[in-house]
């Protein structure tokens, strides 16, 4: 199964956005339909999917439970790491010079992204405290 590159960055905004500490720290969950309702461009196999590979990146941390033969997936924090690779990705010229950058690579794996991401906004601090332009 191919590993969609825009479901990731969807559905870590959309845990950024539903999932919520309460007073007493803990945080609220959410199920593969939770997402699937929240993310209608993509069907759950897709999601499902996606979250598996996320929490085996770091990106995110997730409970499985099984129960009567089916496997139930509860996303439930975003890592540090994810957060880390969401300011980065999370708006949407960001986003599409990584895409740009990754299809001239001619890769778009999580770990390739990741990298564009970072060599992008290091290039962006350099020419911002430097005052390098490109160089």
């Given amino acids: 199964m191919e590993l969609n590159k825009d479901c990731i960055r969807d559905v870590l905004i959309k845990c950024e956005q539903l999932l919520v500490m309460d007073d007493d720290g803990?945080?609220?969950h959410?199920?593969?339909s939770n997402l699937s309702e929240a993310l209608p461009d993509?069907?759950?196999a897709t999601i499902r999917y996606t979250v598996i590979k996320m929490e085996e990146?770091?990106?995110l941390k997730v409970s499985t439970t099984r129960a009567d033969n089916l496997s139930y997936i509860f996303v439930y924090d975003i890592t540090y790491?994810?957060?880390e690779?969401?300011?980065k990705i999370k708006e949407d010229n960001n986003w599409k010079t990584i895409k740009s950058y990754a299809a001239k690579?001619?890769?778009f794996s999580l770990s390739v992204l990741q990298q564009i991401a970072i060599n992008m906004f290091t290039k962006n601090i350099d020419s911002i405290i430097w005052g390098k332009h490109g160089k």
């Fill in 30 to 32: 959410l199920s593969i």
């Fill in 57 to 59: 990146a770091g990106l």
């Fill in 42 to 44: 993509y069907d759950v």
């Fill in 85 to 87: 690779l969401l300011d």
């Fill in 105 to 107: 690579v001619g890769s």
């Fill in 26 to 28: 803990k945080m609220n």
């Fill in 81 to 83: 790491e994810g957060h």
